[in-house]
C-alpha cells in the first residue's frame, strides 16, 4: 500500500534555528515528491516538485532534497513568518493519468522570534 | 505560479438546504480538479477526482449523491453538497493540475451547516 509518514508532527525553533523536515514514502513507482505548505484556514501553497532521487530544490530558506525512501525539507535560520504546516505528497506511477496525490499527516512548525 | 480560486471562502446554511461551491483556474487549463475536505488539525482527504466533460471519480466511502461535482470546463469545477446536515460542516478545498503535474490549491471554503 503507498504510504506517506512525515515527521516529526510538531517542530518548535527559536529563530535561527537550522532544522529539517523528514517525510518518508512507500510508493509502488514514484512519479513525483511534492511539499506543500499551508497556513492556517487557507490552501495549501505549492513549494516543490522532486521527480529522481538526488534532485534537490531551494526556495530562499527551503532546500528540499530526495532519496529512494525519504525527502527532506531543510530550514536554514528561520523566521517567524516560515511559521507553518508542511505538506509532504507522492504521486505514483500508476497514478500518473489522474494525478492523485497521497499526502502525509504534516509537519507544524513553529519558529519563535 | 498558477491560480486557483474557490468561492464563496465561507458559507453558513441551514439543514436540509444545498450549498454549491465553485472552483477556477484562473491562469491556466486544468485538465484535473481535485476536492478534498479537510478536519481541523488533520491532513487532506481526497474526495473525488474530476476531468473535464467527464463524470468524476469518488473516493471509497464519499457519497456521490449528497457530493455532486460538475467539471463543466477546463477552468471551472462545482461541488455541491446536498441536503446537508452539521455533519457535513467543514474545510473544503480544492485544486486544479495540468496534464497530471502538481496540484494547485484553492483557498479553501468553510462550510457551516446550523
Known amino acids: 500500500e503507498d504510504q506517506v509518514t512525515q515527521s516529526p508532527e510538531a517542530l518548535r525553533l527559536q529563530e535561527g534555528e537550522s532544522s529539517s523536515l523528514n517525510c518518508s514514502y512507500t510508493?509502488?513507482?514514484?512519479?513525483?515528491l511534492f511539499w506543500y505548505r499551508q497556513d492556517p484556514g487557507k490552501g495549501p501553497e505549492f513549494l516543490f516538485t522532486?521527480?529522481?532521487a538526488g534532485e534537490e530544490k531551494e526556495k530562499e530558506r527551503l532546500k528540499a532534497t530526495l532519496t529512494k525512501k525519504e525527502s527532506f525539507l531543510h530550514i536554514t535560520a528561520p523566521k517567524p513568518e516560515d511559521s507553518a504546516t508542511y505538506l509532504c505528497?507522492?504521486?505514483?506511477?500508476?497514478?500518473?493519468?489522474?494525478?492523485?496525490?497521497?499526502f502525509g499527516q504534516g509537519t507544524t512548525l513553529q519558529v519563535k522570534p | 505560479g498558477a491560480v486557483v480560486s474557490q468561492h464563496p471562502s465561507w458559507v453558513i446554511c441551514k439543514s436540509g438546504t444545498s450549498v454549491k461551491i465553485e472552483c477556477r483556474s484562473l491562469?491556466?487549463?486544468?485538465?484535473?480538479m481535485f476536492w478534498y475536505r479537510q478536519f481541523p488539525k488533520q491532513s487532506l482527504m481526497l474526495m473525488a477526482t474530476?476531468?473535464?466533460?467527464?463524470?468524476?471519480?469518488?473516493e471509497q466511502g464519499v457519497e456521490k449523491d449528497k457530493f455532486l461535482i460538475n467539471h463543466a470546463s477546463l477552468t471551472l469545477s462545482t461541488l455541491t453538497v446536498t441536503s446537508a446536515h452539521p455533519e457535513d460542516s467543514s474545510f473544503y478545498i480544492c485544486?486544479?493540475?495540468?496534464?497530471?503535474?502538481?496540484?494547485?490549491f484553492g483557498p479553501g471554503t468553510r462550510l457551516t451547516v446550523t
Open positions: 474530476s476531468n473535464e466533460g467527464s463524470k468524476a471519480t469518488y
Open positions: 510508493v509502488s513507482g514514484l512519479r513525483g
Open positions: 485544486s486544479a493540475s495540468r496534464r497530471g503535474y502538481e496540484q494547485y
Open positions: 505528497a507522492v504521486q505514483a506511477a500508476l497514478s500518473s493519468n489522474t494525478g492523485k496525490l497521497i
Open positions: 491562469d491556466f487549463q486544468a485538465t484535473t
Open positions: 522532486l521527480y529522481s
